[in-house]
């Protein structure tokens, strides 16, 4: 078996144990070197981004001392749900190795199909009113933004 997926595994089988959160383990390598490793720890910080796959690239952007992970692997015991899925494609990882699937979560119980259907436009009920407001105001951090980089008014 390759062991950084052993980690992982291994990883998420800890973070359950300790009742932390979920059943699964992220680990981050680059050039065959761990970075960084995690588990899932919803339940023991509350925060419902604590994700295996986001805590281990939080600790790998630390230890590194940057966001841009474009020269490591991520290794994470099941499919990524959609919100880990963007944080690897953010952090600009060019290959993910992942275990089970989304549909092996799904049967016991972390069922990520309403959140794809919802990125799909084919959810039949949305959970969150989208409401757009302010737009123009709120393009002034985008126009200093602009000015800060290129010196080009927005």
Known sequence: MNKFMKLAIDEAISGMTLNDGGPFGAVIVKNGEIISFAHNEVVKTNDPTAHAEVTALRKASSKLG???????EIYSSCEPCPMCFAAIHWAKIKKLYYGSTREDAANINFDDKYIYDVIKG????????????????????????????DKTEY
């Open 66 to 72: 940057r966001f841009d992970l474009s020269d490591c």
């Open 122 to 149: 084919t959810a039949s009920e949305l959970q969150v009113d989208v409401i757009q407001i302010h737009r123009l105001e709120s393009l002034e951090p985008f126009r200093l933004w602009k000015i800060k980089i």
